[in-house]
């Protein structure tokens, strides 16, 4: 897979890519990341990115003309299955999505700042919006970083046995039951004897039983899903 994260802070983007699993996931060459930098793309002397709205009002815009140059650059060197914008107003981030975009191919993000882009920018490219969540970030370059990271641990070959992605939280409708380690008894506190029976066909069952009550007790949504 290979993604092209168009932001006006490159910068912000790099420590997500240099440490742990992200890391790993580039030096094994299972996913290429490239940051572009709008300001490559800018026009006139001044780098400018962004203008006043029309029609009045606070707050500047990102200007269509570098995003279609840096865009179009893109699309001009190879195809691409997606060209996703991060915003407040789009489709909330969750698993199924996560699973879908990671098994595209080439996929282009744009990070929004400001007021956001000229809506000709969505109108002309943008084929999905997503959203991380019901807040507002000051531009979506964090909101880029936790969907690569939600995408690229996906990927065939990323994780290892012990942190395989099938078992995780949301994977079918249902959080991840409790989990324990060493010791089995800390200050009073034990571990459910059923984990340290050996018996794993009743520990598959009491997980079960076990994500089930939580993902009632806390998101029943999803279960109605
Ligand atoms: N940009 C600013 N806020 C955002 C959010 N909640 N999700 C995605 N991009 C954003």
Request: with cysteine; hydrophobic share 35%.
């Given at each position: 897979?290979?993604?092209?994260?168009i932001?006006v802070?490159?910068?912000?983007?790099?420590?997500?890519?240099?440490?742990?699993?992200?890391?790993r996931a580039?030096?094994?060459?299972?996913?290429e990341?490239?940051?572009?930098?709008?300001?490559?793309?800018?026009?006139?002397?001044?780098?400018?990115?962004?203008?006043?709205?029309?029609?009045?009002?606070?707050?500047?815009?990102?200007?269509?003309?570098?995003?279609?140059?840096?865009?179009?650059?893109?699309k001009?060197?190879?195809e691409?299955?997606e060209?996703?914008?991060?915003?407040?107003?789009?489709?909330?981030?969750?698993?199924?999505?996560?699973?879908?975009i990671?098994m595209?191919k080439?996929?282009?993000v744009?990070?929004?700042?400001?007021?956001?882009?000229?809506?000709?920018v969505?109108?002309?490219?943008?084929?999905?919006?997503?959203?991380?969540?019901?807040?507002?970030?000051?531009?979506?370059?964090l909101?880029?970083?936790?969907l690569?990271?939600?995408?690229?641990?996906?990927?065939p070959?990323?994780l290892?046995?012990?942190?395989?992605?099938?078992?995780?939280?949301?994977?079918?409708?249902?959080?991840?039951?409790?989990?324990?380690?060493?010791p089995?008894?800390?200050?009073?506190?034990?571990?459910?004897k059923?984990?340290l029976s050996?018996?794993?066909?009743?520990?598959?069952?009491?997980?079960?039983?076990k994500?089930?009550?939580?993902?009632?007790?806390?998101?029943p949504?999803?279960?109605?899903?």
């Amino acid at each position: 897979m290979r993604i092209d994260i168009i932001t006006v802070l490159p910068e912000l983007l790099k420590s997500p890519f240099e440490a742990s699993i992200l890391k790993r996931a580039i030096e094994k060459g299972l996913v290429e990341v490239h940051l572009h930098n709008l300001r490559d793309y800018s026009i006139g002397n001044y780098k400018q990115v962004d203008d006043y709205q029309f029609g009045g009002g606070a707050g500047m815009v990102m200007m269509v003309e570098p995003i279609d140059k840096c865009i179009s650059q893109l699309k001009s060197e190879r195809e691409y299955d997606e060209v996703i914008y991060m915003t407040p107003d789009g489709n909330t981030l969750n698993q199924g999505m996560a699973n879908e975009i990671s098994m595209k191919k080439n996929i282009i993000v744009l990070c929004g700042h400001y007021k956001g882009v000229d809506q000709r920018v969505r109108d002309m490219f943008i084929t999905r919006e997503i959203s991380i969540g019901d807040y507002v970030l000051s531009g979506g370059e964090l909101a880029a970083a936790i969907l690569c990271d939600a995408v690229i641990r996906l990927l065939p070959g990323v994780l290892n046995d012990e942190t395989s992605a099938l078992t995780d939280t949301f994977q079918d409708n249902l959080l991840a039951p409790p989990v324990y380690t060493r010791p089995s008894e800390y200050k009073g506190m034990e571990v459910p004897k059923i984990l340290l029976s050996g018996n794993f066909p009743e520990i598959e069952k009491w997980r079960e039983q076990k994500a089930l009550e939580r993902t009632k007790q806390r998101r029943p949504d999803l279960l109605e899903e």
